[in-house]
């Protein structure tokens, strides 16, 4: 029953919970709050802020925190911490659920093949092989819900019916072009590539 209440709130996104830190200078007393995210059916990793509280101000203070540098805490923090909390605590899922939600669109796609990103998610490329139309790398510029730009190269074989000629280029660098079909399907809403991608063959 226990393990059972604690899925229950797990699924509401946030709990929070005390906790103290001995190595904490004084304060020891800290406000925990656990946030988490439903993807792909499971948990994802969950991210974990811990707040202090300023004895002078009787306000609070951001003290440690598990949340991706690209997210911007300090920002919201400084916008929403002392206002309302829970302003505060929505503003940041809603921002991990967006990272999240980005990165599990982008897995999910049909036909990659590879998947290449920085943390942030903001430079990615993706390799692509289509039954019919072939192999292809897009390299794409991203926002948290949009993709803003992108380049794609489509692979172009080698042609030959003499077997000694393939083994020759088996070495070689395959030669690229750019795919301008695929290429202008990428830009748009990230939840929607899939449906973009759909119109390739």
Excluded: W
Excluded at 41 to 46: C, G, I, N, R, S
Excluded at 171 to 180: M, S
């Amino acid at each position: 029953q226990s393990i059972h209440q604690q899925n229950l709130y797990r699924l509401a996104g946030v709990t929070a919970f005390k906790v103290r830190d001995p190595s904490a200078n004084g304060k020891g007393d800290l406000l925990g709050i656990r946030i988490e995210c439903f993807a792909l059916k499971k948990f994802a990793a969950p991210h974990y802020i811990l707040l202090s509280v300023n004895g002078k101000t009787d306000s609070y203070e951001l003290y440690k925190h598990t949340v991706p540098l690209y997210i911007p805490l300090a920002s919201l923090a400084n916008k929403y911490l002392n206002k309302d909390l829970r302003v505060f605590v929505r503003a940041v899922r809603k921002e991990i659920i967006m990272d999240v939600n980005k990165r599990t669109h982008l897995s999910c796609l049909p036909n990659v093949v590879a998947i290449e990103a920085d943390d942030a998610c903001e430079l990615v490329k993706l390799e692509f092989d289509f039954p019919k139309h072939g192999a292809c790398i897009a390299y794409l510029r991203c926002d948290m819900v949009d993709i803003k730009s992108a380049v794609v190269t489509k692979f172009l074989q080698q042609h030959t019916d003499d077997p000694e000629m393939d083994h020759e280029f088996e070495d070689e660098e395959p030669e690229t072009i750019r795919d301008e079909t695929l290429e202008a399907l990428m830009p748009g809403r990230i939840d929607q590539l899939h449906v973009r991608l759909a119109k390739i063959e």
